[in-house]
């Protein structure tokens, strides 16, 4: 696959509207780009994202770029609000990447002059988009890395100085795994000496239900902040907290990222698309099941193996 030049002090513009834990992904091919250009790169996102993006070093977010010139333009996703940006901007160079050539719609064959998507497989996301950006690296490959979130990110009235973060809850509902087994792994963490377990999620109504159902079992040694975080504040405790645990999603890219230990259950998804194995970042797949119900949908994970994994990364 030979690598196309993008000069010195080029103009870059990249597109990625993605979820959180996706642009967390990104970085190292943002990193490359900006490497390679000796300049910062714009990304277009979702607003929300700011701060997420503030963390990452060269990378600077812009809101428009129809009618706006630049030497290249990449985008990572299929989405035809980016292709539209892309078909509006102005660029010699515009590449897509996609994880599936399924994911090619008719506007972003008309948008990008280049399209690449010789499927993910079970390529780790972040290097797929790292070696498919294709241009000659100034540096060498490695994983995602953010800088560590100003104090001023901490929580109104968060006074914990030790404590675990747990994230229970992802996008799909069928990641989820029991709250009593959570409960059970929480405890055996605090009886391994965790002064305290702190439980967030998402905003969605059953993604709090769910996560609070830990919290009350976990009574005065948790404290619950489900759906009550904003993203500068959840940045801040994932990067703070001795450890994170959770299932597949943001709270996991993100500590490791930041450089933490993290224990991430796997149940639909493929841990070698979402999870770079280090010593301090480990991944446990669950196991197909027969039996199902209304917080499993048939994919089990025995709590004492999740509980052993849990302490043995605590004390590591």
Known sequence: MPAHDLRKNARVL????KQLGDMTLLEPALR????????????????????LISLMDGVKMTSRAWLRAFDAIFCFDDLDKSAVHALFALAPRKDLLLRS??????????????????????????????DYTV?????????????????????????????????????????????????????????????????????????????????????DRALYLGGQTRLEEFLWLTSRARMVIGVDGAASHLSAAFGGKN???????????????????????AHPSDEANEEDAGYVLEPDEVSAAAVALLRA
């Open 14 to 17: 990249v597109i990625c509207h």
């Open 135 to 219: 241009i000659e690296a100034a540096e060498a490959w490695r994983p995602p890395v953010l800088r560590r979130p100003d104090d001023a990110w901490r929580p109104a009235g968060f006074a914990e100085s030790d404590f675990v973060l747990l994230n229970s809850t992802a996008g799909w509902k069928s990641k989820r795994w029991q709250s009593s087994s959570w409960i059970e792994t929480a405890k055996a963490l605090l009886d391994a000496g965790v002064p305290r377990i702190v439980v967030t999620s998402g905003g969605q109504d059953w993604q709090r239900e769910h996560s609070e159902k830990i919290a009350r079992g976990l009574g």
């Open 263 to 285: 224990l991430t259950l796997f149940f639909r998804t493929n841990p070698h698309n979402w999870h770079f194995p280090t010593a301090n970042s480990v991944a446990l797949l």
């Open 32 to 51: 490359k780009l900006v490497a390679t250009t000796g300049r910062p790169v714009e990304l277009l996102t979702r607003s929300g994202h700011a701060p």
């Open 101 to 130: 050539p399924i994911e090619l719609t008719k506007l972003g064959r008309r948008a990008f002059f280049e399209v690449r998507a010789p499927g993910i497989g079970d390529a780790y996301l972040a290097r797929y988009n790292w």
